[in-house]
């Protein structure tokens, strides 16, 4: 089984930063693409960035520019480095990976989901 555990949130004020960091823990093969998603209170869950083994990088629109994704394979690590934070990034942040576990039937790819941690940006 593996495990995705989110850290890093909080209460911080408009303009200012946070860093999110998500470990991947468990009986890991291969970890593929990671991302992190936001739900706000009455919306749906959404794409902020993903990373994919290579090291690409898609952002959505209203983060470009301030946020930055990153990994570090070696700690089965993404981090997620926010800047400029608006009251309109009030969310819960998710991590997701899509990753490989080794099993006496082989390789099974599966996608995970962390337990969310709270972003709240206000004065």
């Known amino acids: 089984q593996v495990q995705l555990v989110e850290s890093g949130g909080g209460l911080v004020q408009p303009g200012g930063s946070l860093r999110l960091s998500c470990e991947a823990s468990?009986?890991?093969?291969?970890?593929?693409?990671m991302g992190w998603y936001r739900q706000a209170p009455g919306k749906q869950r959404e794409l902020v960035a993903s990373?994919?083994?290579?090291?690409?990088?898609v952002y959505a629109d209203f983060v470009k520019g301030r946020f930055t994704i990153s990994r570090d394979n070696a700690k089965n690590t993404v981090y997620l480095q926010m800047n400029s934070l608006k009251p309109e990034d009030t969310a819960v942040y998710f991590c997701?990976?899509?990753?490989?576990?080794?099993?006496?039937?082989?390789?099974?790819?599966?996608?995970?989901w962390g337990q969310g941690t709270q972003v709240t940006v206000s004065s």
């Open positions: 468990g009986s890991i093969f291969s970890i593929f693409a």
């Open positions: 990373i994919n083994s290579a090291g690409s990088t």
């Open positions: 997701n990976g899509d990753i490989a576990t080794l099993t006496p039937l082989g390789g099974i790819q599966s996608n995970y």
